[in-house]
């Protein structure tokens, strides 16, 4: 997964040479993984039902095998590179010139914080979210994949939403924006749970979906401000990354100093 998601945002601007064409396709993308966000939940509970949970995971692991064939499909080729001379130790190398550049740039910098804090705490939010449907809220298997699918209805929202709030904001105040917004709807979440019953359900639903739709306008817009601020040798992890990297600092520097 980490591996795919790294060639895919590396790809995408090899097919789209306009910023604005280029979000699209992140949006576009984005909404194809918030539509399964949202199905998957609620497909998950009637399949464990019909085919148990060992054919729920069997089913899981052949709905890859349609994702080799969707990539398959694809008919746009890159041209191919010269092959690099590699000197010894340049793995290491690269991974520090792209560490020191992404740390040290002003706008990829917060990006990569935001994201790091973001994704660490969510992920004790989702860890806890079945277990939290099951125990508190009383839910059953089939129930926990509506609620939770239901929840995820605002990515697609956010998706869609955060083009116009580039045009209107701009990308770091959307980004801000949508930060904020995610973040008060996962505080949201175990407060109104805390209503129990039928309206702490409804509750959690709400507070989740507020929260889907701050982080389905965060991610193509992160994904694009990525995207266009990395120089383009890197997204292959050229040997010219250094330079470009260098260069692009250099740039920076000498746009914020006073005139």
């Known amino acids: 997964m980490v591996f795919f998601q790294v060639a895919y945002t590396s790809y995408l601007p090899s097919l789209y040479g306009d910023a604005h064409e280029l979000h699209r396709g992140n949006t576009r993308l984005a909404l194809s993984e918030s539509t399964s966000k949202a199905l998957g939940p609620m497909a998950a509970g009637p399949l464990i039902g019909a085919l148990g949970l060992v054919g729920a995971l069997a089913a899981n692991a052949l709905s890859f095998a349609a994702s080799f064939v969707s990539l398959a499909l694809i008919r746009h080729r890159e041209p191919r590179r010269a092959a690099a001379v590699r000197q010894p130790g340049w793995l290491r190398r690269d991974i520090a010139v792209g560490l020191r550049f992404a740390l040290r740039h002003p706008i990829l910098q917060p990006i990569l914080a935001c994201g790091t804090v973001y994704v660490l705490f969510l992920s004790m939010v989702e860890t806890s979210l079945v277990l939290y449907c099951r125990d508190v809220l009383g839910l059953s298997p089939g129930w926990i994949g509506v609620v939770i699918g239901a929840a995820a209805a605002g990515y697609p929202v956010g998706n869609l939403l955060s ?69 383009r040798s890197c997204w292959a992890g050229s040997a010219r990354c250094r330079g470009s990297c260098s260069g692009a600092r250099s740039r920076w520097a000498a746009s914020r100093r006073p005139a």
């Open 163 to 231: 083009a116009r709030l580039i045009r209107r904001l701009g990308a770091p105040r959307t980004l801000t924006a949508a930060a904020t917004v995610s973040v008060l709807g996962i505080v949201s979440m175990p407060a109104l749970g805390a209503l129990g019953g039928i309206a702490g359900t409804i509750g959690l639903v709400a507070g989740s979906v507020v929260h889907c739709v701050g982080e389905g306008a965060f991610s193509p817009t992160s994904i694009t401000l990525r995207q266009t601020e990395t120089p």
